[in-house]
């Protein structure tokens, strides 16, 4: 009898958690197939011409996400080109004893970095507005003056830009990146770093040709995860980086925009067909980010032998 | 401990002197003198705890990667005191391999090129070269000589310490040092190790740490006994096996402690 009742309990168990799985499961098919539903007026009109496409001016129904699509990656790829030596750095400061920081000392920075992570979007982009701009200007003003032929900095600066809200995404991305990195270190076998030693290398080489080698593959799933969550990004963005989406802007010093700055910045006014654009680039964000996350996750469980210090 | 007779044409390599080791305040090596002849292996056994791998550890200035360790008094390598030395010179010229095989992550040609490469050696002719010469020595040459590419990790665990002897062997060292390499070891791959060893008697000077006294009796030229943090006794091996001064020594080795 008492076994009887243990295998219901089982069923049930089992049962619930199934249930639960296919719930997300539906909720995603469900997030999708409403988002198709809504944006197919824009598929039907512009096909995938739309993605590439520049211009925007709603009034006329004159509609690209190119620009947008251009602003997200470009804001990504270059926030995390800034944040991933730097979170990398941390992580190995934290791990490699260069220095003999104390173990107190240690977990304080490990600590701060974790709580850069904790900080809402909204106050990042608070402190970018009325902290980081202003701060900015002078250095913007000399690199514009002084490499304005170069392209990347062609146009004078405005306040809100790309060059703003990448530097604020750098820091949003750091935490995660960091936090990777430093427990793709510190599962490696303390072993290994001995070994370098005992064969003549400095700290240095020991980590750039040993441990980082070793662990690059993990670190280099969590830099794909950071882009991803980057890529996506709304609050903090929206707020510094200009929202100009018709045109792709190539200078760092000039206004931009995101689709997701695209979307929170438009979706309250927006009717009709320019509703389903939006939606449109919702799909395109989506797509973006789940290839991204994909090859992140695919990267985490490949994990070569290399990954993870000795079987 | 001076050896008195037998060593004539046998010259020393380095030399222990009035020497002491500090964890903080912990004197883990207590006042040690010895001396390790050139070419020869030299084996350090005693209890566990009494400081063989510490004493060990000291000559590739291993402790200097943790903070709070002090050495006292000297070490000399022919005639320089290595304790002064940069440590990386140190273990640019000593070589360790370790009681668990750590071979890195690379493939089996990389584990051995990475101390050429971080010395500077460039010239893939003779890295192939000291390569290949590094893993004959090592007597590993036969059985990896058509997979150098592959993982090192995939090697068993005899293959793999072989590899790290290799490893340790590829930068010409004055020294290799062996911190109980056989203990994780099944019996037929300790045995291939202790052969490789004594191969490499009269080409490079070994100092080995080891758990196994019959091991010591087999491979080595000259033994120290330690106990506590202090050399008990120095002496060819036969007389230490056979002929202790020392009642502590002739008890250790009869099995009596330890
Ligand atoms: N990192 C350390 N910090 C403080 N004390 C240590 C440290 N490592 C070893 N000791 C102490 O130093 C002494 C010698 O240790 P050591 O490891 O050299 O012994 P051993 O002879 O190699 O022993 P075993 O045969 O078990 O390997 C021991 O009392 C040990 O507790
Ligand atoms: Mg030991």
């Known amino acids: 009898m008492a076994l009887y009742g243990r295998k219901i309990g089982h069923r049930l168990g089992?049962?619930?958690?199934?249930?639960?799985?296919?719930?997300?499961?539906?909720?995603?098919?469900?997030l999708f197939l409403t988002l198709v539903v809504a944006a197919w007026p824009a598929i039907a009109r512009f096909?995938?011409?739309?993605?590439?496409?520049?211009?925007?001016?709603?009034?006329?129904?004159?509609?690209?996400?190119?620009?947008?699509?251009?602003?997200t990656v470009v804001s990504g790829v270059l926030a995390l080109g800034l944040a991933v030596p730097v979170g990398v750095g941390v992580a190995l400061l934290l791990t490699e004893e260069f220095v003999f920081l104390p173990r107190s000392l240690q977990g304080?920075?490990?600590?701060l970095i974790d709580l850069l992570a904790a900080i809402p979007s909204v106050v990042y982009g608070l402190w970018g507005i009325f902290?980081?701009?202003?701060?900015?200007?002078?250095?913007?003003?000399?690199?514009?003056?002084?490499?304005?032929?170069?392209?990347?900095?062609?146009?004078?600066?405005?306040?809100?830009g790309m060059l703003p809200?990448?530097?604020?995404l750098a820091l949003m991305v750091l935490p995660t990146i960091a936090a990777i990195a430093r427990q793709s270190l510190g599962s490696l076998d303390r072993e290994l770093?001995?070994?370098?030693?005992?064969?003549?290398?400095?700290r240095w080489e020991a980590v750039r040709g040993v441990l980082l080698p070793a662990a690059g593959t993990r670190i280099l799933g969590g830099v794909l995860l950071a882009l991803g969550r980057a890529l996506g990004e709304t609050m903090a963005v929206t707020m510094l980086i200009g929202n100009v989406p018709d045109r792709i802007e190539a200078s760092l010093l000039a206004p931009s925009s995101t689709i997701a700055s695209l979307i929170a910045n438009e979706f309250a006014e927006a009717r009709g067909l320019q509703v389903a654009v939006l939606m449109y680039g919702a799909l395109v964000l989506l797509g973006l980010v789940a290839g991204v996350h994909g090859l992140a996750e695919g990267i985490l469980q490949w994990r070569s032998p290399t990954g993870n210090g000795r079987p | 401990m001076e050896l008195a007779q037998d060593q004539l044409g046998t010259q020393v390599k380095a030399q222990v002197k009035n020497f002491s080791f500090f964890y903080g305040s912990n004197k883990a090596i207590k006042d040690v003198d010895l001396e390790v002849l050139d070419c020869k292996v030299t084996s350090m056994i005693g209890p566990s705890g009494c400081g063989k791998t510490t004493l060990l550890r000291c000559f590739n200035r291993m402790h200097d990667l943790y903070p709070g360790t002090r050495y006292e008094g000297e070490i000399l390598l022919e005639s320089q005191n290595l304790l002064s030395l940069d440590p990386i010179e140190v273990r640019m010229r000593i070589g360790m391999v370790f009681q668990k095989p750590n071979p890195f992550p690379k493939s089996i040609f990389e584990n051995i090129a990475y101390g050429l490469r971080i010395r500077g050696v460039k010239d893939k002719g003779v890295i192939n070269e000291r390569v290949e010469r590094a893993l004959r020595d090592a007597a590993i040459w036969d059985?990896?000589?058509?997979?150098?590419?592959?993982?090192?990790?995939?090697?068993?665990?005899?293959?793999?310490q072989r590899l790290c002897i290799a490893r340790a062997l590829a930068t010409d060292p004055e020294i290799l040092l062996f911190d109980e390499p056989t203990s994780a070891l099944d019996p037929i791959a300790t045995a291939s190790i202790e052969e490789l060893v004594i191969g490499l008697k009269g080409k490079v000077t070994i100092l080995i740490v080891t758990h196994n006294m019959q091991q010591a009796v087999r491979i080595s030229d000259y033994t120290a006994f330690m106990y506590l943090g202090e050399l008990v006794e120095f002496d060819r091996t036969d007389v230490i096996f056979n002929n202790?001064?020392?009642?502590?020594?002739?008890?250790y080795v009869s099995g009596q402690f330890g």
Not at chain 1, 54 to 65: D, E, I, K, T
Not at chain 1, 165 to 168: F, I, T
């Open chain 1, 47 to 71: 096909g995938w011409g739309l993605i590439g496409a520049a211009g925007w001016a709603p009034n006329r129904q004159v509609f690209g996400l190119g620009p947008a699509l251009y602003g």
């Open chain 1, 193 to 202: 770093r001995v070994a370098a030693m005992a064969v003549g290398a400095t």
């Open chain 1, 14 to 30: 089992v049962s619930l958690l199934g249930l639960a799985a296919l719930l997300v499961a539906i909720v995603l098919v469900a």
């Open chain 1, 165 to 168: 809200a990448v530097l604020v």
């Open chain 2, 143 to 160: 059985e990896v000589k058509d997979r150098l590419k592959d993982m090192a990790f995939n090697l068993s665990g005899g293959q793999q």
């Open chain 1, 108 to 111: 304080i920075c490990g600590f």
């Open chain 2, 244 to 251: 202790a001064a020392q009642q502590r020594t002739r008890e």
């Open chain 1, 131 to 160: 902290v980081l701009i202003p701060a900015l200007g002078p250095l913007a003003a000399w690199l514009h003056g002084v490499l304005g032929d170069w392209v990347l900095f062609a146009t004078p600066f405005l306040g809100r």
